[in-house]
């Protein structure tokens, strides 16, 4: 089982592709290579295959909070299961998590969310689509201080509040502020049992 997750960045027109462009493929070269493992497309749109499930959430948390950072926002929907037709182009690729994504994806603007998962599993994605509606009522909020720390945080999970404050240049105090602003905590909280859950799904 793999996850496809489907991207498309919201009034991406607001700032110029230049200011992010070669920030989001750094990001996303930490995850894989394009076109084979990801690929942006038509400007402001982006495709990537996730090969273990689990990472999923934790990957989409980066991308949510690297957008967030510069201002910008970011639609996502993660489709699971197989890869049954490969092409060199990820975006050429099919199977069921392709289908998924993108009937996940179409469906994004309707229901003004901006992060889905459809796994198949009716029991498993009830469940964890709601953990996300709720985590985006902050998710969504986030300034960019905020988001800013959520990404350094995610990235650097064995660095203390005072080592984090020198990647961003301020005080512990500050980033103390900034965890307790971002709902940090709880985003990792829902990311872990996430990460239980999918287990169920891959046995």
Do not use: C
């Not at 592709?17 to 290579?33: H, M, Q, V, Y």
């Not at 038509?42 to 948390?61: S, T, V, W, Y």
């Not at 069921?96 to 889905?116: D, M, W, Y």
């Amino acid at each position: 089982m793999i996850v496809i997750l489907t991207a498309d960045i919201i009034k991406s027109r607001k700032l110029s592709s230049k200011k992010w462009i070669d920030d989001l493929k750094a990001l996303l070269l930490t995850f894989g290579k394009a076109p084979n493992d990801w690929e942006i497309y038509r400007g402001d749109e982006f495709q990537m295959e996730i090969k273990n499930p689990e990472d999923a959430l934790l990957i989409a948390f980066q991308i949510k909070a690297f957008f967030k950072s510069i201002d910008l926002d970011v639609r996502m929907s993660l489709g699971f299961g197989d890869k049954t037709y490969k092409t060199r182009k990820i975006t050429e690729s099919n199977g069921t998590a392709f289908i998924r994504s993108g009937e996940s994806f179409e469906t994004l603007k309707k229901q003004k969310l901006n992060l889905v998962l459809n796994s198949g599993n009716e029991a498993f994605d009830e469940e964890l689509n709601l953990m996300l509606k709720l985590s985006l009522s902050f998710m969504d909020s986030w300034l960019q201080q905020s988001a800013e720390f959520v990404l350094v945080a995610i990235q650097n999970p064995n660095l203390s509040q005072e080592e984090i404050g020198v990647k961003l240049g301020i005080n512990q105090a500050a980033v103390s502020r900034r965890q307790k602003r971002s709902n940090f905590e709880l985003l990792m909280q829902v990311e872990h049992y996430y990460r239980k859950k999918v287990k169920t799904l891959e046995k």
